[in-house]
């Protein structure tokens, strides 16, 4: 399984980015997957998770603001992230597993990383 995920960058405050997920050799057909950054000093968060039947889950952090979508056919979740702050600079993760889970935010119950993209918000 290899998952990539691309759409990292630097924006000013205010301003909106949308990640990119791909997922390939993952012959699952329930699955979740989901979103962390790591913030510097920081451990890995959870910020928004997406499940094959298209139910979501957001942190509280960045509910309102981030978006988190799923393409079946293209084994491809989006996090479209709205009125982003410094706070928000973080590598992002995207991550996958199959079946479900009783905490989709939890990085300990997903099996399959991707290497991350850095978002950088500063003015």
Known sequence: ???????????????????????????YGRYYMGWFRQRPGNGREGIAAITSDQTTYYSASVKGRFTISLDKVEKSSYLQMDNLSPEDTALYFCAASPESTRDYLKQNFYAFWGQGTQVTVSS
């Open 1 to 27: 399984v290899y998952i990539v995920e691309s759409g990292g960058g630097s924006v000013q405050p205010g301003g909106s980015l949308r990640l990119s997920c791909k997922m390939s050799g993952f012959g």
